[in-house]
């Protein structure tokens, strides 16, 4: 059983579209970040939310947690090909150690 | 340096052999992970150091696996009797203390056993 689902698994858009992906579970996490990784390298992190409802954002990308700290989402505005990549959603459990638990990623492509 | 360093990139190995992964985290960080990451998953917990301590070990598969951190800088992953399962990308995070989890990752190990 996967911690955190997300959803899509796989989006291939074209520039300038607009998406969203989702992050779910059934458990209380007291943070959770989200990661872009590209084929090769390690995960980069984009943005960590702590507090439920909160809502962050990055250019074009807006992060929101939610209010019960049990889910989250990926805006992405006017998408561009430089977005392409997986991103990955992960969480330090309400209780639990440091580690993160990650979800399987989206697998983002966004074509000219 | 500047970011988290992993040695070998690559490592092809034959099943039964040992493998040592190296990982130098930024400097001044207290904070190491490890995590595995399979083809088409998201990286998966290993272990947790703070400081020369394991912190978390929990996600250590089987007792093949161990990890050192000895003076609180570089740490060692260590593989005994590898099997074909074992093949994955290794990853190893660093952050400068307990931060709820957020960690700057390495590029990885690309661990092959034939």
């Known amino acids: 059983t996967q911690l955190l689902e997300q959803s899509p698994q796989f989006l291939s858009i074209q520039e300038g579209e607009n998406l969203t992906v989702y992050c779910n579970s059934s458990s209380v996490f007291s943070s959770l970040q989200w990661y872009r990784q590209e084929p090769g390298e390690g995960p980069v992190l984009l943005v960590t939310?702590?507090?439920?409802?909160e809502v962050k954002k990055l250019k074009r990308l807006t992060f929101q947690f939610g209010d019960a700290r049990k889910d989250s989402s990926l805006h992405i505005t006017a998408a561009q090909p430089g977005d392409t990549g997986l991103y990955l959603c992960a969480g330090a459990r309400e209780g639990g150690s440091e580690k993160l638990v990650f979800g399987k990623g989206t697998k983002l492509t966004v074509n000219p | 340096g500047a970011g988290v360093s992993q040695t070998p990139s690559n490592k092809v190995t034959e099943k039964g052999k040992y493998v040592e992964l190296r990982c130098d985290p930024i400097s001044g960080h207290t904070a190491l992970y490890w995590y595995r990451q399979s083809l088409g998953q998201g990286p998966e917990f290993l272990i947790y150091?703070?400081?020369?301590?394991?912190?978390?070990d929990s996600g250590l598969p089987n007792d093949r696996f161990f990890a050192v951190r000895p003076e609180g800088s570089v740490s060692t992953l260590k593989i005994q009797r590898t099997e074909r399962g074992d093949s994955a990308v290794y990853l190893c995070?660093?952050?400068?203390?307990?931060?709820?989890?957020?960690?700057?990752f390495g590029q990885g190990t690309r661990l092959t056993v034939v």
């Open positions: 995070a660093s952050s400068p203390g307990p931060t709820g989890g957020e960690a700057f």
């Open positions: 939310v702590v507090t439920g409802g």
């Open positions: 150091f703070q400081g020369t301590g394991a912190a978390d």
